[in-house]
Structure formats: C-alpha cells, structure tokens
C-alpha cells in the first residue's frame, strides 16, 4: 500500500481459495507464479520430510545455487508482476 507495487505473493490467498473451490482459471489470475511453483514447492516438502530417502534431492534442493535461483526467478517475478 505505500509504494504502490504488488508484492511477489499478492494474490496468494485468493489463489489458493480459488483452488480449493476448483477454480483453475481463477487462481491463475489471481497468481500465476505461485500456482506454477505449487508442483516444486510439494517436491520439495516430499524431500525434507525424510532426507536420508533422497539424499542426492535434498542435497540440490537444499544447495546455495538452488536458493539463489529460485530468489531470483521471486524478484523476476515481482519486477514483472510491477511493470
């Protein structure tokens, strides 16, 4: 509200009540990077809930390279969602 620009989760709770009503389209609209990463951000909950089952998982998603990726693709995501 202050600056004007949308944060990179705007939309977030509407996406997901979209979802949980089976509004597909709808929680697109409300956002789209989120419902896109939904996919990852399950994998990597599988991962850590038993580390020692996929160690070589855990490793690259647990690794400084990946965060950093997925950092940058949220500021892309934002600087985009803002233009």
Do not use: K
């Amino acid at each position: 509200m202050v600056t004007g620009l949308e944060c990179p989760g705007c939309g977030s709770q509407r996406m997901v009540y979209a979802l949980l009503h089976g509004d597909f389209a709808g929680a697109w609209e409300a956002n789209p990077f989120l419902l896109s990463a939904l996919p990852l951000i399950g994998v990597w909950i599988w991962v850590d809930t038993d580390p020692g089952l996929y160690p070589r998982a855990t490793r690259v998603l647990n690794s400084r390279g990946f965060i950093i990726i997925v950092g940058v693709l949220i500021i892309g995501w934002w600087i985009i969602r803002n233009l």
